[in-house]
């Protein structure tokens, strides 16, 4: 570590920064902002909620309506911070239409055209 071998005045100068920017960045790191840590809790919880499927426009509409006042910006930073990336969910469970029933013979072949109603079933 630089810092054990420099005094803090002499390599704040040489990157040119300011000795007071250097403590505040110090100063940032070791206390975690609490406020961020609920309003991340928030958005997965509301992300979760919605499998997945809701961007950060959708999580700031609902975090406005559940109390809470944020913008889109500070929503896409949390999910990033979360490591959240909205999708949509996948196809549904539902079976998907296979061939036709071999065992049910269609008599109609698509010949829609019959000469009187009730005549062909």
């Known amino acids: 570590m630089l810092r054990a071998r420099f005094k803090v005045n ?3 100068e040489v990157l040119g920064i300011s000795r007071s920017s250097y403590y ?3 100063a940032s790191r070791r206390r975690p902002d609490g406020k961020r840590i609920v309003l991340r809790a928030k958005v997965t919880e ?3 909620e919605s499998r997945g499927a809701a961007g950060s426009r959708t999580l700031r509409d609902q975090m406005n309506l559940a109390g809470f006042s944020i913008g889109r910006f500070k ?3 949390l999910m ?3 490591g959240l990336r909205s999708g949509q969910p996948g196809p549904s469970p539902y079976k ?3 061939q036709a029933r071999v065992d049910i013979p269609n ?3 698509r010949q829609f055209d019959v000469p ?3 005549r062909v079933w």
């Open 10 to 12: 002499e390599l704040c």
């Open 24 to 26: 505040a960045h110090k």
């Open 46 to 48: 509301l992300f979760n």
């Open 75 to 77: 929503v896409r930073s």
């Open 80 to 82: 990033r911070e979360a």
């Open 96 to 98: 998907k239409h296979g």
């Open 107 to 109: 008599l109609l072949d």
């Open 116 to 118: 009187a109603p009730n």
